[in-house]
């Protein structure tokens, strides 16, 4: 059993910062790689950052040069650095994580998700 737990979520002003976090918990390993999705409302689900084991990241085109993603191996922990927010970021912001289990099995699980309003 895995368990991902988002935070820092929260209404910004535009042009204003937000760090969301991420930890894992559970009969984990290692994190393999770590992802931060979003979700605003009538819209698809979007891959925002992505980091994988080898430190290797990914961003859309729309947060390019906004949104850093880091992670903290020996706290099971990443972290969403969101700067210079728009009011089209507005979204619920999701975790998820590919870890390797103690049995050596491979599982993907997902945060429940936190709310990030920029509104002025």
């Known amino acids: 059993q895995v368990q991902l737990v988002e935070s820092g979520g929260g209404l910004v002003q535009p042009g204003g910062s937000l760090t969301l976090s991420c930890v894992a918990s559970g009969d984990i390993l290692r994190v393999v790689r770590w992802d931060w999705y979003r979700q605003a409302p009538g819209k698809q689900r979007e891959l925002v950052a992505l980091?994988?084991?080898?430190?290797?990241?990914n961003y859309a085109d729309s947060v390019v040069g906004r949104f850093t993603i880091s992670s903290d191996d020996a706290k099971k922990m990443a972290v969403l650095q969101l700067n210079a927010l728009k009011p089209e970021d507005t979204a619920v912001y999701f975790c998820?994580?590919?870890?390797?289990?103690?049995?050596?099995?491979?599982?993907?699980?997902w945060g429940q998700g936190t709310q990030v309003t920029v509104s002025s």
């Open positions: 998820n994580a590919d870890v390797r289990l103690n049995n050596g099995g491979i599982l993907s699980s």
């Open positions: 980091l994988a084991s080898a430190g290797s990241t």
